[in-house]
């Protein structure tokens, strides 16, 4: 669809939303390799689940306030007062599941990133540090292999469907629509 700026955008990227259109025109499918932003969009699309990425992204702001601005050592030391303080957050989503997964799931990124020097190594390494361009899936061999690691690790959360949304997020997987102005963008 053409917007009123004259460009042809992806179907799923809201025209009324200002902050949507600017993850999508300057986020989305943007190669990620810091690890607190790899951490934070994790945390977020495992938040997602069940729910509209529009939704999350509204949320974006008092999410990173609530938490810390996804210092990883600081999640990795929540404890259970901290975790019901998240929960009582009207700011953010409350699901007390997601909340626990999202410290949980913080643990096993610091263990993932002694194991590999960093969650960017680890991630990248499954594409040989290639972006993968392909669209009209919401899963693929590589979210599967990835999403079973990542729970064979520990993680919650973290499923096909979500990793897929994930690594299309941080850049691994470039999948703008046909039509779209970013669709045939080399990589940035």
């Not at 934070?40 to 008092?62: H, I, T, Y």
């Not at 973290?158 to 299309?168: C, D, K, M, P, S």
């Amino acid at each position: 669809m053409e917007w009123e700026d004259g460009k042809v955008r992806c179907g799923w990227a809201n025209p009324k939303n200002e902050a949507y259109l600017r993850y999508h025109d300057e986020e989305w499918g943007v190669p990620v390799h810091d690890d607190r932003k790899l951490l934070e969009m994790l945390v977020l699309e495992g938040f997602q689940a069940g729910l509209s990425w529009e939704c999350v992204l509204n949320k974006r702001e008092a999410f990173r306030q609530a938490f810390d601005d996804f210092d990883l050592e600081k999640v990795c030391g929540y404890d259970e007062a901290r975790l019901e303080k998240l929960k009582d957050n009207p700011e953010i989503i409350r699901n007390k599941r997601k909340i626990q997964a999202a410290a949980g799931n913080a643990k096993v990124f610091r263990e993932i990133q002694k194991e590999f020097g960093s969650f960017d190594h680890y991630l990248w390494h499954w594409t040989e540090g290639k972006v993968i361009y392909e669209k009209g899936v919401s899963s693929s061999a590589l979210s599967d292999r990835i999403s079973a690691d990542l729970k064979r690790r520990g993680m919650k959360f973290v499923g096909t469907t979500i990793i897929y949304a994930y690594l299309q997020a941080v850049g691994v997987i470039y999948s703008h629509e046909e039509g779209c102005f970013l669709e045939h963008h080399e990589k940035r």
